[in-house]
């Protein structure tokens, strides 16, 4: 009776030993480095951050209208009425009431894309992307003004690689950029960017990582201008998520940070955020019906005292 064991005792030690040996299998389990997966293009590193922080903020009223006429080309109708801030050397916000109306048409193809808009007061604005390879896209955005110096164009060449990206920029002014960005494990990837203004005579050199998982999303940058941005994404469930973000900048010594979240409902997406600069701003999208969505837009900023609401509509 005494060498006996119990059938419990036996048990909990056939769990442990399988436990044990999971472990040492998951510790000893090699990295495959021949195939990492491919790194989200080095301009996007923030974008889940960007997503909760930076919504679309706006003040007075708004309405989308969007109109297909067949499964590639669409025609839009935008009016926008609210007030445009002034520049002013005093610490309170000069406002003057302003209305205009954009006209655009839209052609998508899996393989090129095609945006157009021309807007009341003169202004043209363009995007294109064009898939030229499987690896290679060539992207460019372009506005035209009346304004002086005021009208610009960017190209962008994006090959992306099997575990990795790459991007080669050129725009007007002679501005000339380059990026590349590289899985190094299944969650961690890092690259660099380096970029040449020559109407301004300016140059910069910067690093970036970010580390990413099915839970969160971790993301560092800093420049040789003097800038520092680190972001942080918490996905609590597949509709909510939490984020923060730090800015600073060493030659201003000017520090932000912020923490905001997102939230999908049913039927809406619930989107905010408050930073240190005492700014809080809250961004509503339901849906009332098949192609009819509601939109409030709230942005508080108590330090400057600044207050602006926005409400739209939006169809098609």
Same mark, same amino acid.
């Given at each position: 009776m005494a060498g006996m064991v119990p059938p419990g005792t036996a048990m909990l030690g056939e769990a442990s030993a399988a436990a044990s040996a999971k472990k040492i299998n998951d510790v000893g389990k090699k990295v495959d480095f021949m195939n990492l997966p491919c790194p989200i293009p080095y301009e996007e590193l923030h974008r889940e951050a960007l997503m909760s922080l930076k919504p679309e903020l706006f003040e007075g009223m708004r309405f989308d209208f969007t109109k297909g006429l067949n499964q590639k080309f669409s025609l839009s109708h935008s009016v926008f009425m609210?007030?445009?801030?002034?520049?002013?050397?005093?610490?309170?916000?000069?406002?003057?009431?302003?209305?205009?109306?954009?006209? %655009? @048409?839209? &052609?998508?193809?899996?393989?090129?894309?095609?945006?157009?808009?021309? #807007?009341?007061? !003169?202004?043209?604005?363009?995007?294109?992307?064009?898939?030229?390879?499987?690896?290679?896209?060539?992207?460019?955005?372009?506005?035209l003004t009346n304004e002086p110096h005021m009208s610009h164009a960017m190209f962008n060449f994006d090959f992306k690689?099997?575990?990795?990206?790459?991007?080669?920029?050129?725009?007007? %002014? @002679?501005? &000339?950029?380059?990026?590349?960005?590289?899985?190094?494990?299944?969650? #961690?990837?890092? !690259?660099?960017?380096?970029?040449?203004?020559?109407?301004?005579?300016?140059?910069?050199?910067?690093?970036?990582?970010?580390?990413?998982?099915?839970?969160?999303?971790?993301?560092?940058?800093?420049?040789?201008?003097?800038?520092?941005?680190?972001s942080y994404v918490q996905k609590v469930s597949e509709k909510v998520s939490l984020a923060t973000d730090f800015m600073y900048n060493y030659m201003s010594r000017d520090v932000t940070a912020s923490v905001g979240y997102d939230y999908i409902l049913r039927q809406a997406r619930l989107r905010g955020k408050i930073d240190s600069n005492g700014c809080a701003a809250a961004f509503l999208e339901e849906r009332l019906n098949m192609g009819l969505n509601f939109i409030l837009s709230a942005e508080l900023d108590h330090k400057k005292k600044d207050y602006k609401f926005g409400f739209g509509l939006t169809i098609g």
């Open positions: 609210g007030p445009m801030e002034l520049p002013s050397q005093s610490a309170e916000t000069i406002k003057i009431p302003t209305a205009h109306y954009e006209f %655009g @048409a839209n &052609f998508i193809d899996p393989k090129l894309m095609l945006i157009g808009r021309v #807007l009341t007061d !003169g202004r043209l604005n363009a995007r294109v992307k064009c898939d030229l390879t499987d690896d290679l896209t060539l992207k460019a955005n372009a506005q690689g099997k575990d990795y990206r790459t991007q080669l920029q050129l725009g007007n %002014g @002679a501005l &000339f950029g380059a990026s590349y960005i590289q899985s190094v494990t299944p969650h #961690l990837s890092l !690259g660099g960017e380096v970029f040449w203004a020559g109407q301004h005579r300016k140059s910069g050199l910067g690093y970036a990582g970010r580390y990413e998982t099915d839970k969160m999303v971790a993301t560092g940058q800093v420049a040789s201008t003097g800038m520092v941005a680190l």
